[in-house]
């Protein structure tokens, strides 16, 4: 199914289809942070604790930079495949060249798969720079930002705008010096904001499997936030909405281009590209004539 | 003219349409690598270089950690202020807050208004996080990787794909040990390659302004390659198809729903979320009745 959707087109929308009655089940998590903080390290841990307490786990890495994705070393892959023989969890990665657009539609498509077929938690590790990729945001219920001790990280997530997005802050390497420092300084950057839920600092050192526990009970609690205050359904309508503007935007266009035929949409460029009209006077003619 | 295009609508438009007739002649070069790789430092040298040579330079920073939008050291800001006297030189820094899509297209509008205002070479900004925005790249003619010495830096960037996108490629901070062992790896990395332009590898060290002239060198002589091969006139077109298909599908998505209605588009989001029809059988539908 996963191979399927990430194809594209008729046969993807074909799954999504049979699918769309059984989703909207699954706690999906984001988790970001720079490379090199130990996301996919955190993420083995969380997911051996979720499977202790019998719950199943889909983690599907959107880092380039991810040891799923085979960008850490080989003691790290080593560990990844602890999980590979248990029936109840699934670890895939997405390719991420090409288009922003195209990956994160891709990516978003695939939780919603592992949604549909009925996995507990989706883990979604991205890289934090500041943004998670719209589609994938759009996607998270729940958003782990992963912080280390020193270096200035911290305030580099504070202008990368990664705490705004934190539902729980995570501080690995808690073992090295400046981790309470860390922790400390976050703490009193979360204090000051206004929202409804207050953003946990957690120190976890993840290789020693430390503060996992903790991570999870904060993710249940913040789960049952959202369902209380309404705001589960309200992302839900949101998701909806903007995933049907991007499908509709899409035919829409696909429908023009067909009625147009391509020697025409070709002559349409050559006249911008040689500046004889500019994009939006050409689009606004066109849409005037209702071609 | 810039506020007016980032601010986006009609007064955005009228901008991008008066100044269409002048764009296609800014040499766009992009800046990318990790934070704390010295893009912005780089910038400064590179700036100062080009100024010297009499042409005029615009830099806008997209990414968030840039020490144009404040994410720097104190000591780095004070030294960007050492171009702010000059009229020749203009830097913008672009809000990375919200919708990837519609960063990139702000982006991607404010390259054109400095295109079409006649300014020589626009410097872009951006954090390599293995992918450059789409719009953004879509306007780049040149590529600049900046990577730096050691701490496994070059394995991440060829994980994450920047040599593939890299045109040039710096290595800063060359004073630093290992630096010679970084250059050798990268340039034995762009030999595999079957590409007609030969990617260079350029020593630097930005904050002593050592290997700037080379960079500006290499700059010009990949222009020249862009223009002779041919590559330089098939980007313009590939870039006015994008902008072409972007800014129809958006007008016909616009012009669809206002013939829709709200209370009608939220009905359908309704029926999506409350899984009563999957969002590609009801745009199919909606298509076919011709709405």
Not at 131 to 139: D, G, I, M, N, S
Request: with cysteine.
């Amino acid at each position: 199914l996963i191979s399927q959707v990430e194809a594209g087109g008729e046969a993807a929308r074909d799954v999504l289809r049979a699918l769309h009655p059984h989703t909207g089940q699954a706690h999906v998590v984001g988790i970001t942070g720079a490379p090199g903080a130990g996301k996919s390290t955190l993420i083995l841990g969380l997911t051996r604790h979720l499977r202790e307490m019998d719950r199943t786990v889909a983690v599907v890495a959107v880092d380039p930079s991810s040891a799923f994705t085979g960008g850490a070393l080989l003691g790290d892959r080593v560990r990844m495949t602890a999980l590979a023989g248990d029936p109840g969890v699934y670890v895939r990665s997405m390719a991420t060249r090409g288009q922003v657009g195209g990956v994160s539609r891709a990516t978003a498509d695939v939780v919603r798969v592992f949604d549909g077929v009925g996995y507990d938690v989706v883990l979604v590790e991205t890289v934090g720079a500041g943004q998670l990729e719209t589609a994938v945001a759009r996607l998270v219920h729940t958003t782990v930002v992963v912080e280390t001790p020193g270096m200035g990280d911290d305030v580099q997530a504070l202008k990368a705008g990664l705490l705004e997005i934190a539902d729980i802050l995570v501080v690995n390497k808690s073992d090295r010096p400046g981790a309470r420092q860390t922790a400390r300084m976050l703490a009193a950057e979360v204090e000051g904001t206004t929202r409804e839920w207050r953003v946990p600092v957690l120190p976890v050192t993840a290789v020693e499997a430390t503060g996992i526990d903790a991570v999870c009970t904060c993710l249940g609690q913040h789960r049952a936030y959202l369902e209380r205050s309404g705001l589960w359904v309200e992302r839900e309508r949101g998701r909806a909405k903007a995933e049907f503007l991007d499908a509709l935007s899409q035919a829409l266009l696909s429908r023009f281009l067909t009625r147009a035929g391509c020697a025409q949409v070709a002559g349409w460029v050559e006249r911008i590209a040689s500046r004889e009209v500019d994009v939006h006077t050409l689009v606004e003619s066109l849409c005037e004539r209702g071609v």
